[in-house]
């Protein structure tokens, strides 16, 4: 683990005030990326599409920690398992045992670690199967083609991209503001999830391309007002990274037509 705990510790702000979602962190100098869910459990996976190869359940203890065991839980693990997947937990508790067989584990009790005298595994029916390397073609080098192409390339997967125009749609510059949606909806975390990740992609690979930081909404319609209010006390990005401003001073000439509800939407 102490690879893991290095790479944590150089950059701790990657976990940091983390608000609720979905969050990806990149680990390059391990080769990994973290998928991190800052939800309830059954929500994380149902939102979750991928299959995993190996779990750990660390939820605490039935007693302590029930909704974590529940069978809804339970099956919703199963239904996220690669063929020939693992799972191991600290738990030997009966209800446990039976929840996992229910789903279609095959459950055994193992010597402990520590203090702990005896542990779970369990294993789910099928060999495991490594995926044929994929071949992607890409028809276009604008900025959604040039995103694909350095997704795959992170992944590991050549892609050939195809393209007649210049890069990046020929803009030498652009603005990346998030659309901001009022609530923790779908939509809202979506746009949120994306905007995240878009800054911090480009702070990673390429901090020179950064020219400022920061953005100020305006109110231009009686709705926004409350709209705004909302978004800055409620939205998914997080109190740090939103805030609501005061209105300018009276002498400005500007300022009778507009009252500032100005937005702050980016990480300092």
Known sequence: MA???SAVAADPGALAG???GFHRIDWPALGATLDLAILEVEAALDAWQGKADAWFLDGFAPARNPEMWREPVLAQVAAHCAP?????????AGAVRSGLAAQGFAVARQPGFGRKRARLEAHWPGDRIEPAMPRVAIVGAGIAGAALARAF???GVPATVFSAGPMASGNPAALISPRLIAGDGPEAQLCAQAFRRSVDLIAATAPQAILA????RL?????DSARFDRIARDHVLGRTRLRACRPPPRRHSWANRWRWAALLSHRP
């Open 3 to 5: 690879p893991v705990c």
């Open 153 to 155: 390339a992170a992944l």
């Open 213 to 216: 930081r920061g953005l100020v």
């Open 219 to 223: 109110e231009r319609t009686p709705k």
């Open 84 to 92: 020939g997947a693992r799972l191991a937990t600290y738990t030997v």
């Open 18 to 20: 983390a608000t609720p």
